[in-house]
């Protein structure tokens, strides 16, 4: 199959999404291109796994990278707006700004990885960049952005949080509290609820009621 000219090369600019619901050619471009180095950096680093190069686990966004590549686009990195992934939300952290060098360096431990080799995968973040460092504990990262977009209201900011989790987070009290807070304090929070039908092993309908 031939090579898309959008995933060969990297656009010169990220083109801000802005209001429009309509998307312009350059800007569909752009999408297509982070969803393809997202499935293509992924795809390097499961060969590095199968090579036992790749220390702790791999978590792929197979089929999810549209979620983390189109929300994370929707920002404006011009006004600072700042995202939290999780460790399936690799496409967002791309979009940001993130070098497929520094994590394939994570995944590998190298000393000259943004954490020198201490934190693994994608535990890591650059404020500079507008990605929060994430935490594994389901949930818990929902009154962590809750708190900082607060921060962007009391200092009457333009500026908004984004924060990913998955279905069974929602089953956790971090989950519940962050929502209510951010919800009672008006924080400019968007959370996405990645609901893939299972947490980790455990089916929807034993995870939830609702």
């Known amino acids: ?69 189109g929300s994370a686009y929707a920002l404006d990195r011009s006004k600072g707006d700042v995202l939290s992934p999780l460790i399936r939300n690799l496409g967002s952290m791309l979009v940001q700004g993130a070098k497929p060098t520094e994590i394939i360096k994570q995944y590998m431990a190298k000393g000259d990885s943004p954490t020198r080799g201490r934190e693994l995968n994608i535990h890591y973040g650059d404020l500079v960049r507008g990605f929060i460092g994430q935490i594994s504990h389901l949930g818990d990262m929902v009154p962590v952005m809750a708190g900082v977009t607060l921060s962007f209201k009391m200092r009457k900011q333009d500026r908004v949080g984004l924060v990913y989790v998955g279905d069974g987070a929602t089953s956790t009290g971090a989950f519940h509290e962050g929502i209510n807070f951010a919800a009672v304090q008006r924080c400019p929070l968007v959370v996405i609820v990645e609901n893939n039908g299972y947490a980790y092993s455990t089916p929807l309908s034993n995870q939830t009621a609702a």
């Open 1 to 69: 199959m031939a090579r898309s000219t959008a995933a060969a090369s990297k656009p010169t600019k990220l083109t801000p999404a802005g209001q429009s619901a309509d998307l312009s050619r350059a800007q569909r471009l752009e999408l297509y291109y982070y969803m393809r180095l997202t499935r293509s950096l992924e795809e390097r680093l499961v060969n590095l796994y199968r090579q036992t190069k790749v220390v702790g686990g791999l978590f792929r966004s197979l089929g999810q990278e549209a979620d983390a590549v």
